[in-house]
């Protein structure tokens, strides 16, 4: 097993749907999508932003453009204009999720 | 009848109301393209800009609209680009005549025909279509509009791609809209030019997927673009992207040349997948488009080519924008610098949420942040890093709540911390924040027989 920090096999960009937040999460390589695929789950990631949503993780694939789409519910104290938060619309959630770290056979 | 076009070139020129005043000047100017088009509105737009129109019946659109056309619309005439933009908030006609009366300044009268899109606005039907048991439940919450009619500032229905469509066939050069997608935009010059029919749905599908490739300006051209970002060429020039379609529903992305930024399949597939919710289905007036259909090419430098979007045909509902009063809010801020800075600004914001306790003040929401320490990354920035020797934290606090009165006694609890509390802080410059008003967004659906657009084409 190897540790792998998604900042170097991923990349990503996020937004903002009322109190969702999304995050695109694209493979850097096509050959890392399989890797995302087997590691990164809704609760993988669900697990990674504990404490910092109050809502599910729904995850979506899309092989076409090597990227997985997730929805981060309840990510953003009400969200758009309601919402005290620095990052209101979620714009960097995107790189929270960069520095989740998997385990990975060799 | 015109023969039809190998092509259309479709320029982004305004990501959103605010976008570099530069970049539509730049697109008409800096090679051959068909249209501009421009998106100005997001949710929150449509209720500032209801706060103009009741204040002033001739205001309610995006008013710096208008002396962005009094610079570019003697080179469109010239060029015969065309114009699609959604600057007419609230108050098309108002926006259109704006137009009218600064090409007529500019001596361009009998060259150029406005056309208008209206039809989107609900306000004024609000009551009737609850009465007739239109709900427009909150697609978030499900709750009825009902629960907070009395504060509601503004209804707008999302308009899709055919009246654009409409007013392009009656001859208008400019098509001043109000709450038209940001994708219908885009799709309406293809239809237009190419005659796609109105279940075309893989055609309409990558109109709309065209459409969302640039409808957020540089952000498909190398802006807020996180792969290589730091090799990403020229920013301070950055073209903005332009839709090369084909009548067959492929298109091209690119830019003009000697431009900056960068147009890559990485960039592209970052900007596909920003706001995205299903990808199976994104729902717009016009059409579902399925996400996971498109095929992504680089073509050569600066240029992807998209391929093979497939679409299913739309919705019987349209979705309503209403935006509601919600109450007050009111963030302040200080510095606290080296030794200790986290650990001060920790100890400020005890003491803080103590003098609010104790004067009684309760609120919905209390937020503190520490800027510099875990702001946007939470708990997993105070995991990855040591935080004892931060140079600098900025303690963010912020409340919300539906008293004014509290929110305002809150404001005035910031500053005293500076003489009455932990040490060296500073970074007040700004003095005592202001309560804001807070319009909060509820999104619904709405049946789309009940909505009817309206289009005018007028000669100047």
Redesign the interface.
């Known amino acids: 097993m190897k540790k792998v920090r998604l900042l170097d096999i991923a990349?990503?960009?996020?937004?903002?749907?009322?109190?969702t937040a999304?995050v695109?999460l694209?493979a850097?390589k096509p050959e890392y999508y399989p890797i995302l695929v087997k590691h990164v789950t809704a609760a993988r990631v669900a697990r990674?932003?504990?404490?910092?949503i109050s809502g599910p993780v729904e995850r979506?694939?899309?092989?076409?453009?090597?990227?997985l789409?997730f929805?981060l519910h309840g990510a953003l104290?009400?969200?758009?204009?309601?919402s005290?938060?620095?990052?209101a619309q979620g714009k960097?959630f995107?790189?929270?999720l960069l520095?989740l770290e998997l385990e990975i056979s060799k | 009848m015109k023969s039809q076009p190998a092509t259309v070139r479709i320029a982004a020129g305004q990501g959103f109301w605010g976008d570099w005043l530069e970049a539509p000047y730049r697109q008409v100017t800096g090679g051959p393209v068909d249209y501009l088009m421009m998106d100005y509105l997001a949710?929150?737009t449509m209720s500032i800009l209801q706060k103009q129109k009741s204040r002033d019946a001739s205001l309610g659109y995006a008013r710096d609209f208008i002396p962005l056309m009094e610079r570019i619309l003697p080179i469109v005439v010239e060029r015969g680009i065309k114009i699609t933009a959604n600057a007419g908030g609230v108050n098309p006609r108002a926006c259109a005549e704006a137009v009218a009366e600064t090409a007529r300044r500019l001596r361009l009268g009998g060259k150029l025909r406005i056309g208008v899109v209206m039809g989107d606005d609900l306000l004024g039907r609000l009551d009737g279509l609850l009465a007739r048991g239109h709900e427009l439940r909150n697609l978030?919450t499900g709750r009825p509009l009902s629960d907070v009619r009395d504060r509601v500032v503004s209804a707008n229905a999302y308009l899709g791609a055919w009246p654009v469509v409409d007013a392009l066939r009656g001859g208008a050069d400019v098509v001043v809209t109000g709450r038209v997608t940001d994708t219908g935009l885009t799709l309406a010059p293809m239809i237009h030019a190419f005659g796609w029919q109105p279940d075309a749905w893989d055609l309409l599908a990558a109109g709309t997927v065209a459409g969302h490739t640039i409808e957020c300006g540089a952000q498909s051209s190398g802006g807020?673009c996180?792969?290589d970002w730091e090799r990403i060429p020229d920013l301070a020039n950055v073209g903005y992207p332009i839709v090369d379609a084909a009548p067959d529903g492929t298109f091209e992305i690119f830019k003009h040349p000697g431009t900056g930024g960068r147009i890559s399949v990485?960039g592209v597939?970052?900007?596909?997948?920003?706001?995205?919710?299903?990808?199976?289905e994104y729902i717009t007036p016009d059409c579902i488009a399925d996400?996971?259909?498109?095929?992504?090419q680089q073509k050569g430098k600066d240029r992807v080519r998209v391929s093979?979007v497939q679409g299913r045909p739309a919705t019987d509902k349209l979705k309503v924008s209403v935006a509601y009063f919600?109450g007050y809010?009111a963030?302040g801020t200080l510095v606290y610098a080296w030794p200790d800075a986290y650990k001060k600004a920790q100890a400020a914001d005890r003491i803080l949420r103590q003098r609010l306790a104790d004067l009684g003040l309760t609120f919905e929401?209390v937020?503190t942040?520490f800027?510099g320490a875990d702001?946007?990354?939470?708990?997993?920035a105070r995991a990855?890093t040591p935080l004892d020797e931060l140079p600098e934290v900025q303690l963010?606090i912020?409340?919300?709540s539906p008293d004014k009165a509290a929110v305002e006694r809150f404001t005035w609890e910031i500053a005293p911390l500076i003489l009455n509390g932990p040490p060296s802080v500073t970074g007040f410059a700004g003095g005592r924040p202001k309560p804001e008003e807070?319009?909060?967004?509820w999104?619904a659906l709405l049946d789309k027989r009940m909505v009817e657009p309206c289009v005018e084409v007028v000669e100047v």
């Open positions: 990349h990503a960009r996020s937004g903002d749907k009322g109190d999304n695109g694209i850097l990674h932003f504990k404490g910092m979506f694939e899309l092989p076409n453009l090597h990227a789409n929805l104290d009400g969200g758009g204009t309601i005290l938060k620095t990052d960097v995107s790189t929270a520095r | 949710e929150v978030d807020n996180l792969v990485a597939t970052e900007q596909l997948v920003y706001e995205m919710g299903n990808p199976t996400f996971t259909t498109i095929r992504l093979g919600y809010k963030v929401a937020l942040e800027v702001a946007t990354h939470g708990p997993l990855a963010r912020g409340v919300r807070i319009v909060a967004y999104p």
